[in-house]
């Protein structure tokens, strides 16, 4: 049975998830305007909903209840735009005529032309599980170009409730995914980003909700951008109560033009309603993005150990080889080498572009050091930074006009370093050619890709169109994901952007995992994680176990507190090993065997949040796959003698009994409704791991 239905009678159309509703229609004028986004209902339902009509009672408010599916400026509306492009002759305003639609069982499109100037929309619908994805192409069919002030590519209603509430992440570098949920001011509320990637300030997705819903309850409407650029969504709540948002790339003030013939089309801007509060939200988008959007989403994440916080900046054969045998004795199943291994690289000041080894630390190349891991068992991977360069680098030297500039201005370095215009397609392709020369030459199995500065002077004098920079720069990063997988299908790639600067849906579906942040601090970790799991799975977040005191924040605290927190994740191994005792490296042992066992369970299971790191001193997370059940309890230092309330747990089978690893045997339904007890001693950081079987 088709996903997508047509009533062309009524012009509208209805689009069925497994467990809700999506329907437009087409208003007089062939405007299309939204009629439904929540529990489900029925084609014949959703023309009833469609026949309401609430006229307005001013001139100066738009006619209607209805929104526009994607406004447009034109006619009597006054709020924000979603698209608006300005023709040769200056005229803004968009009328539009229906030009047909195509659609097949789980996909969608409706397309409009303009009814005087040769412009034509099409608006695109695909289901995916419980996900409407969206996106828009704009195509000119003229001669004269037209200029695009703002193409966003999807815009989603509310529906009509007592109260709004808006929840969205705020953070910065290594205090990323910080979870806010406030009540949505009546006006225009905008979250962007205008730093060249998706940002550590704030992730580009946004739940609504009618301020009711709890992590286990209550309707939540959602939706998250898959772009790793600049990026804008704004959410209009008016004086009437009404709630609609709209979003897609780019920002204020950057424009571009669409020549003769060209399609312009737009990012994923993705869709969920769900009837079971945050975590029935969370869970849905988990099992979105493994089925739909990672590139092998089957697989379990190998074990990294990453020699940067071991060395810094000392890079040689002879110490990462040795630090590779020790990572291969506590179990880890891939070694990468960071930053250090290229040009003059003995710091952040210079070397950055020019990416062969350094002569002196690697007398034979990278080959021996590789062979070496390879022969460990493990894999190799290597730490690279291709769209950035130092001033202080032959590539630089050669190339000035390669990086963003504007004529007349002074170029900022941040963490000394510009960025390359991967928008130039030579720059692209020189990046390109090396990166596949690094991992075909040296059988590399595993690329960290960072980027550690937002964009400034963002500029392309020579360029024809140097607003579109912000777009093709992205574009351009995207189509070296897509080649390299392509040309070497074992390669797996890690995306990092001076930690979680470049999360998204985008970057997802281009790489393997995300480093999550910069801060290995296992306290501060707790509420990181608890952002990024907010839309995004468990199997893509990597997380390393560091050393005591944390080099980041100078904090203490025991290995197995810091293992437990990183093993809720994709767990890796940052620490400087041979300063460890042999009593740590046994006990680490231990832990990398026990992460081995309850890997599928963490990777691929379904995530409970049991309590608010926000809120209680006692946080726990809970997994759980086919009968298997994985909980992580963690305390951070609280009052002595002060009790805290056993997490209850979730997502089992009240009828079902379940067998921890002492034997014990417990009900499902005690567990559901009174938590299950763990002994953790004193006062300060402690933890512990809880493994259940159905029985």
């Not at 099992?287 to 190998?302: I, K, S, T």
């Not at 290229?342 to 080959?367: H, K, M, Y």
């Not at 298997?628 to 009052?639: D, S, T």
């Not at 089978?653 to 379940?658: F, I, L, T, V």
Request: proline letters at 6%; a negative charge; charged letters at 25%.
């Amino acid at each position: 049975m088709s996903l997508v239905e047509h009533d062309p009678a009524h012009r509208l159309w209805l689009l069925r998830t497994p467990e809700s509703s999506y329907a437009f229609r087409l208003d007089a004028d062939d405007r299309p305007r939204h009629v439904h986004w929540g529990p489900p209902l029925t084609l014949s339902q959703a023309t009833q909903v469609a026949a309401r009509r609430n006229p307005a009672d001013s001139s100066f408010d738009e006619p209607g209840d209805e929104r526009q599916e994607l406004p447009a400026e034109g006619g009597a509306f006054f709020g924000v735009a979603a698209l608006a492009v300005r023709y040769e002759d200056g005229t803004s305003a968009l009328e539009w005529r229906y030009a047909g639609h195509t659609s097949t069982e789980d996909s969608l499109v409706v397309r409009l032309a303009d009814r005087h100037f040769p412009l034509e929309l099409s608006l695109h619908y695909r289901l995916r599980g419980d996900v409407v994805e969206r996106w828009t192409s704009l195509r000119n069919t003229g001669e004269a170009p037209i200029s695009l002030l703002r193409t966003d590519s999807a815009s989603w209603t509310l529906p009509r409730r007592d109260g709004a509430r808006l929840t969205r992440t705020s953070g910065a570098w290594s205090a990323e995914y910080g979870v806010l949920r406030e009540v949505l001011p009546v006006g225009e509320t905008t979250l962007t980003s205008r730093r060249g990637v998706s940002s550590h300030q704030v992730n580009p997705w946004v739940m609504l909700d009618a301020g009711d819903a709890t992590e286990t309850s209550g309707e939540v409407w959602s939706t998250a951008l898959a772009w790793s650029g600049s990026w804008r969504i704004t959410v209009e709540h008016t004086h009437t109560g009404r709630v609609t948002w709209t979003g897609g790339f780019g920002h204020e003030h950057v424009t571009w033009r669409l020549p003769r013939g060209e399609t312009w089309e737009t990012p994923v801007f993705a869709g969920l309603y769900a009837a079971d509060g945050f975590g029935g939200t969370s869970r849905r988008w988990h099992a979105y993005v493994r089925e739909f959007v990672q590139p092998h989403p089957e697989e379990l994440r190998p074990i990294v150990y990453n020699s940067w916080e071991a060395t810094g900046w000392d890079v040689d054969e002879r110490t990462e080889t040795s630090l590779a045998e020790a990572a291969a004795k506590l179990g880890a199943e891939l070694f990468v080498m960071d930053d250090g291994w290229f040009g003059a690289r003995t710091g952040d000041t210079a070397g950055l572009g020019d990416w062969t080894a350094n002569d002196q630390r690697f007398p034979a190349g990278l080959r021996p050091l590789v062979d070496a891991v390879h022969a460990h068992g493990m894999k190799f991977g290597l730490w690279v930074e291709p769209e950035m360069v130092n001033p202080d680098s032959d590539l630089y030297r050669a190339h000035p006009d390669w990086v963003l500039h504007m004529a007349n201005r002074s170029r900022t370095t941040l963490r000394n370093q510009l960025v390359l215009n991967f928008a130039r397609p030579d720059v692209a392709d020189w990046a390109h050619k090396w990166l596949d020369r690094l991992v075909g030459e040296h059988g590399i199995d595993y690329l960290k890709w960072d980027m550690n500065r937002a964009f400034t002077e963002a500029g392309w004098p020579s360029g024809d169109d140097p607003g579109r920079l912000w777009v093709d720069h992205v574009r351009a990063v995207y189509a070296i994901f897509d080649r390299l997988r392509a040309d070497h299908p074992g390669l797996r790639i890690q995306g990092c952007a001076g930690g979680g600067g470049r999360t998204d849906l985008g970057i997802l579906a281009r790489t393997d995992e995300i480093w999550a942040s910069d801060n290995t601090d296992a306290a501060d970790r707790i509420a990181i994680q608890h952002g990024y799991g907010q839309l995004y799975p468990a199997g893509t977040m990597s997380a390393w176990v560091t050393d005591s005191p944390n080099p980041t924040t100078g904090r203490e605290a025991p290995l197995s507190f810091r293992f437990h927190v990183a093993m809720a994740g994709v767990l890796g191994l940052g620490g400087d090993l041979p300063r460890w005792s042999a009593a740590e490296l046994d006990e680490a042992a231990s832990l990398v065997a026990l992460y081995k066992e309850i890997r599928p369970v963490v990777q691929h299971g379904e995530l409970y949040r049991l309590a608010d790191p926000a809120k209680s001193a006692l946080t726990a997370v809970q997994y759980v796959l086919d009968g298997e059940v994985v909980v992580f309890f963690w305390r951070r230092p609280a009052e002595f003698a002060r009790p805290v309330t056993p997490p209850r747990l979730a997502g089992l089978d009240p009828s079902s009994r379940y067998r921890d690893r002492d034997g014990v045997v417990h009900d499902g339904a005690v567990l559901l409704s009174h938590g299950l007890e763990v002994d953790l001693p004193g006062s300060g950081y402690a933890s512990a791991v809880v493994r259940l079987t159905r029985v």
